[in-house]
């Protein structure tokens, strides 16, 4: 721990330029992080904004608060915010942007205008999607099934689609951007085995981002041409399959589950080094299974479509590649469970973070493995199940992810230290309140309540009331790190360089970094995480 | 970085010509009663043309290997979009079990 009292250096990244200009046009990619970081989190608290309304109508079993079509605006905008304007863009679009080149000993990534192209095309995308949101909303869920997406629903299914399809070619440059700079500007002596395992999993979610992407942007592009000019795609009276836009859809938005949690898992990766003073157990293997979760990622697809009429041999075969994905998962759940044994463990606020990750994104990837399980499947499709399942990992895993690295990297992004003790208050509330909005939800789906509907059998009612006072306890848990993050920015105290004393180039330089990010080029001389090293005074 | 490589004018207008008689081509072989093999026949000259487009028009035919690994890395992918989809619909009609 760093005893002396710290000071902000005179000239950093966040005084290099003041007013509004020197941010609209700014090529520094700390600088486009906090843009992103600004962006993604005003879309958060819309979408958390639905879901308050969500479990405030679910309170009771009769449908009170909201009618059905109100009910299915809501859910639907709320995953759409939350999917493709939340989770996609929030590790990789904000501390990706921050770290990519910090880690590698890079001054920018490989394409600085493509970066700040990218976050301008973010922002026409939310606007696109935001005014559907007013001027309507949008009812097909955020999965936009067909036939309904494109001949039944009456709501704003085209603005919505375009709104994601726009989205999609920030997320394609953004992971572009990403291999370019990790292939072509690591610092000397960076080779790809001495990389932080954070880079890996950034590496691997942007492999995902350009492969997957386009396929999804087509696909909602081919639904707002078949709802506007009636081709026939889809629609099987002209000769269309509506499970086509199934195979499509899922092709993407399965591996973007991946795009979702990998960055967390490589968060999860540097934290728990960090405060358990040692290296990653079995760096290769933890790096080869990030590029593995990325691959099988793509073959495991119509796990979601096993009650939509698909071949029943079809469905055999993505059942065996869906437990597959649970092998690379589990190595790096078995492999951080090993770092930490004989650790020298600090529970600071990242590793409570990264603790919740493991617990439960475990719970998440098991559930997981029931529902590649066909008969098990069958079973529990469209309930609760699926819904507290994918909140595990996108939530409990992948948000947990976020916020443990915001905060793991807040003291180099902003320069000051966050209240740390309100941050692990916050971290401990957030955890009970996901567990007891969630946990309720596998019960209520085992048991047969289905999803996506406004009003419920009474029966219900105990399990949806823990749910929505849960739900309650989160929100609070996330308004919590919003306040002081905020006051943190003018009243923290100066962090210095390397307030937790981890190893890695981004803390071999001041906090906040300068624009050019070190003075000198680093030479890298050593493995990543060598906690070895830094007690014979190789790191700062 | 890379070094740009000059092609002759003469090779894409080569190609262009003959990314035009293979339009003409997709357009004579509709008109033919081939069945099931209409659609193969379109989709095999639509394929031709792409590769060639690619090849000469993007310049990964001179292009270095990592170039050719992303190119071959993106078909490949497609190739299991297809594949795997295919897998449904090539069995849906095998039946069921019980």
Known sequence: MQTTVAALPPRHYLNDGFGIRSWLFTRDHKRIALLYLATITLFFFIGGAMAVLIRLELATPAGDLVTDETYNKLFTMHGVMMVFFFLIPSIPATLGNFLVPLMIGAKDLAFPKLNLLSWYIFVVGGLFTLYALISGGVDTGWTFYTPFSTISSTSKVVPTALGVFITGFSSILTGLNFIVTIHRMRAPGMTWFRMPLFLWSIYATSLIMVLGTPVIAITILLVAAERLFHFGFFDPAVGGDPVLFQHLFWFYSHPAVYIMVLPSMGVVSEVVAAFCRKPVFGYRIVAFASVAIAVLGFLVWAHHMFVAGISVYAAMIFSVLSMLVAIPSAVKVFNWTATMYRGSISWQTPMLYAMGFIGLFTIGGLTGVFLATLAVNVHVTDTYFIVAHFHYIMVGGALMGYLGGLHYWWPKISGRLYPEFLAKLSAGIIFLGFNLTFFPQFVAGYLGMPRRYHAYPPDFQVLNVLSSAGASILGVGYLIPMAYLMWSLRYGRAAGSNPFGAVGLEWMTTSPPPTENFATTPVVAWDAYDYKGEVEGRVA | ?98
């Open chain 2, 1 to 98: 970085m890379s070094q740009t490589h000059v092609v002759p004018t003469r090779v894409y207008y080569t190609i262009f010509a003959i990314l035009m008689f293979c339009t003409y081509l997709t357009v004579q072989v509709a008109f033919l009663d081939l069945g099931a093999l209409n659609t193969v026949a379109a989709l095999a000259i639509a394929v031709f043309k792409a590769v060639l487009v690619v090849l000469f028009f993007m310049h990964v035919k001179y292009s270095t290997r990592l170039t050719w690994v992303v190119v071959i890395g993106g078909a490949f992918w497609l190739g299991i979009l297809l594949a795997l989809t295919m897998t449904d619909y090539l069995s849906r009609a095998w039946g069921t079990f019980g």
